[in-house]
Antibody
Framework: EVQLVESGGGLVQPGGSLRLSCAAS????????MHWVRQAPGKGLEYVSA????????YYANSVKGRFIISRDNSKNTLYLQMGSLRPEDMAVYYC?????????WGQGTLVTVSS | DIVMTQTPLSSPVTLGQPASISCRSS???????????LSWLQQRPGQPPRLLIY???NRFSGVPDRFSGGGAGTDFTLKISRVEAEDVGVYYC?????????FGQGTKVEIK
């Protein structure tokens, strides 16, 4: 059974940093591009970042470029999102997802609250 | 980026009646491999999104057959043949033909 379990969310002050993790199981993690998608309270889905299967290429939405870093450790089947210079508008539930366009899976999400 | 546009944004439906959601993409979603990577997601209140339909019309494991998808090129439709109470939530279309993945705005399905 495919499982994606996010962790690392919490309350952080504006300008602060946070690292999210996503533990994957039930599939060959190292074979898949992985993604982060976020959802602000009461809003729709916003694509944040992606990383290729070997970590060699990354993509960032303009809204997070230069502040967030996506990475992965295939030996630990884990995806990461290092978030810095956090702003109130970054407050959202962050989902880790496998989005092949074929058989896609989403984690339960982790809530990031940015507030003083 | 490919823009995904859904209509309507809200759909009040009577239990047992059909519902239909449209999704239009700003460019063709036909991939160079011949597949069209258009998916439909369901997000129930307080839950993460989950896959309902992939590659236009394929139901994901465990999805009831009252859900069906259709369309081609740039125009796609999700239909619910008879809405049940558990279908309440927001439905999104998503394209995975190109990077970055992009989503429609979401359509809220609620019971009248």
């Amino acid at each position: 059974e495919v499982q994606l379990v996010e962790s690392g969310g919490g309350l952080v002050q504006p300008g602060g940093s946070l690292r999210l993790s996503c533990a994957a199981s039930g599939f060959t993690f190292s074979s898949y591009v992985m993604h982060w998608v976020r959802q602000a309270p009461g809003k729709g889905l916003e694509y944040v970042s992606a990383i290729t299967s070997n970590g060699g290429s990354t993509y960032y939405a303009n809204s997070v470029k230069g502040r967030f870093i996506i990475s992965r450790d295939n030996s630990k089947n884990t995806l990461y999102l290092q978030m810095g210079s956090l702003r109130p508008e970054d407050m959202a539930v962050y989902y880790c997802a496998r989005l092949t366009g074929d058989l896609d899976y989403w984690g339960q999400g982790t809530l990031v609250t940015v507030s003083s | 980026d490919i823009v995904m546009t859904q209509t309507p944004l809200s759909s009040p439906v009577t239990l047992g009646q059909p519902a239909s959601i449209s999704c239009r993409s700003s460019q063709s979603l036909v991939h160079s491999d011949g597949n069209t990577y258009l998916s439909w997601l369901q997000q129930r209140p307080g839950q993460p999104p989950r896959l309902l339909i992939y590659k236009i019309s394929n139901r994901f494991s465990g999805v009831p057959d009252r859900f069906s998808g259709g369309g081609a090129g740039t125009d796609f439709t999700l239909k619910i043949s008879r809405v049940e109470a558990e279908d309440v939530g927001v439905y999104y279309c998503m394209q995975a033909t190109q990077f970055p993945r992009t989503f429609g705005q979401g359509t809220k399905v609620e019971i009248k």
